[in-house]
Structure formats: structure tokens, C-alpha cells
């Protein structure tokens, strides 16, 4: 079932980078593992699959220390400085980093095992209360400032997610947005490579607005545990 729905994903991914003229290798595949057992992060390995993301950081010290197969590791949710700890040594990308706090305890973390942490800052293009995230390109700016200074840490990105709504067309508009501030941040050499945007629901929209990450999780494995 997983390894089905996997290749209905990756279909739907050729599909929308054929729409807006993109390359698939332009667009990397995260499969969303939350609150799923290790045998369905296995199941998805046999199809393919390289890419994982948690959002919890006990959880994620947890898989990633006890799945054998050289995987690559994305930390997609909300983090606390207190839980930093748990996931600078196995993430691959940060996807959420949305303080100076926040970046300060990535860096010395990293700093301490002698690694160059990866990580995206997030933004809350919606404006919504229940999301976490920057909300202007001022703000992105001077963190992203911040974050260049910090001799550990390396700004490869852009996160967001949109709201979760029917109406397309505010869909677009989100993901727009955050495409604008990538472009303005790199007009000014910050020369970043990332746009993670886009889950199960809304992630043809996300590639179609220029995504390089998509975030799946339910449409691979069912509704989250």
C-alpha cells in the first residue's frame, strides 16, 4: 500500500513540474514519518525513498538513531532551544528555525560536534495565529542576517505552509509569497538553494510555485496515528 501510494505521489510530482517546466530532480520528495512505526519508514526505503521527516524531537532522536539504512533526516516542526539537543546530531535540515534564540542554540550545538548545520527559516505566510513562523521580509531578513554570522550554521532555505483551505487560489498566494522573499533575499547574495513547501494536500500547488522540498506524509502512509 505504501509503496502504491508513493508512486502515485511521485506521478503527481511529474505531473506538476511538467505544468510549470521544471525538472523532477528540481523538486525533493520528504516523506512526512510522524507518529509512524519504523516498518513503514522501511517499507518506503524499499520503494525508493531517501528523504525523512519528524516533527517531534524525542521521537525523531528515537528513529533516527534506530534505523539502520543511511537516510537522510529533516526536522519539519515547531522546535524549543531545550529539544535542540536531540536533533542537531542527526538532521540534515532544519526546516524551522524562526528566532535568534532559536539559532543561537542550533549553532552552539553544532559548534560542539564539530558540524555545519543546515537549516531553513521558517515563515508564516497566512498570518495565522495557530502557526509558528516570520511574517514579513524585514523580519527574514534581519534573521537571516544573524543566522550568516553564526559560524556553524548554514542558511540553505525557505519554509512555509499554507493555510489548510479548499480555495486555491489563497493556496497559490501563500506559496507566492514566499517564492518573492526567497527571490529578494537572493537579489541580495544570500544564495539560498531551498523552498520547503507543500504537503499532502497542496503540494502540486507548492511545485508549481517553485518547491524544491515537499513535505508528504498522509498521502504515503494514511492519516497520522
Known sequence: MIEQNIKIVQSKIAEACSISGRKIDDVKFVAVSKTKPNSDIYSAIRAGLNDFGENKALEFKEKAESIENNVVWHF????QTNKVKYVVPYAEFIHSVESEKLAVEINKRAK?????????LEFNTSNEDSKFGLRSFEEGLRLAEFCMQQPNLLLAGLMTMAPFTNDESIIH????KLKNIFDKLNARDFNLSHLSMGMSNDYQIAIEEGSTMVRVGSAIFGARN
Open 76 to 79: 519539519i516542526g515547531h522546535l
Open 112 to 120: 560542539k560536534i564539530n558540524k555545519i548545520q543546515k537549516i531553513l
Open 173 to 176: 498566494k501563500s506559496f507566492a
